[in-house]
């Protein structure tokens, strides 16, 4: 049966072949990092889970992670309140609702963990905008050189939801 659960130590091999697979599709909404090792990645999940922080990942019945949403807490008091979030589904299982799914879950633990308000930075042109606004998120600012790709500037959007 696939799952929606929280990652553990011992995902790490399988959550850096997700994470390659879609780094290897040089999409131009994907930062591109080298892929870690298992090792790095390993350091990765106990980073975010030490830091008040989740990692929600999509599970198939054999195992195989096809999708990831990591959470991270803003770690001042002050700013504690609020989260962003990153995620990635393999190109073979997207518009099959599972970064919907992982949203929605996305939600639930900051409600459950008291985070108030939950967002994203996303370049402008990703096609995913659509799916965070059917969920309720708004853009609250754009960054004209949010990132740059081949020595142009793109613009990056700042999308939030509130969580009640």
Same mark, same amino acid.
């Given at each position: 049966?696939?799952?929606?659960?929280?990652?553990?130590?011992?995902?790490?091999?399988?959550?850096?072949?997700?994470?390659? #697979?879609?780094?290897?599709?040089?999409?131009?909404?994907?930062?591109?990092?080298? =892929?870690?090792? =298992?090792?790095?990645?390993?350091?990765?999940? /106990?980073?975010?889970?030490?830091?008040?922080?989740?990692?929600?990942?999509?599970?198939?019945?054999?195992?195989?992670?096809?999708?990831?949403?990591?959470?991270?807490?803003?770690?001042?008091? /002050?700013?504690?309140?609020?989260?962003?979030?990153?995620?990635?589904?393999?190109?073979?299982?997207?518009? /099959?609702?599972?970064?919907?799914?992982?949203?929605?879950?996305?939600?639930?633990?900051?409600?459950?963990?008291?985070? #108030? /308000?939950?967002?994203?930075?996303?370049?402008?042109?990703?096609?995913?905008?659509?799916?965070?606004?059917?969920?309720?998120?708004? =853009?609250?600012?754009?960054?004209?050189?949010?990132?740059?790709?081949?020595?142009?500037?793109?613009?990056?959007?700042?999308?939030? =939801?509130?969580?009640?």
């Amino acid at each position: 049966m696939e799952r929606i659960r929280k990652i553990k130590t011992g995902d790490a091999e399988e959550l850096r072949r997700l994470y390659g #697979s879609v780094v290897n599709e040089e999409l131009p909404y994907i930062l591109r990092n080298s =892929v870690p090792s =298992v090792e790095e990645e390993t350091r990765f999940i /106990q980073s975010v889970l030490d830091n008040d922080g989740t990692i929600l990942v999509y599970e198939r019945e054999n195992g195989s992670l096809i999708g990831m949403l990591t959470i991270n807490r803003m770690p001042h008091p /002050q700013l504690s309140h609020r989260a962003s979030f990153g995620i990635s589904v393999s190109k073979s299982h997207r518009s /099959q609702g599972i970064g919907e799914s992982l949203i929605q879950h996305a939600k639930v633990w900051c409600k459950d963990n008291g985070i #108030s /308000q939950l967002s994203l930075e996303v370049l402008a042109s990703n096609p995913a905008i659509s799916l965070y606004e059917r969920l309720g998120f708004v =853009v609250i600012g754009e960054n004209s050189m949010g990132i740059k790709l081949e020595k142009e500037y793109h613009p990056v959007l700042t999308m939030a =939801v509130p969580i009640s």
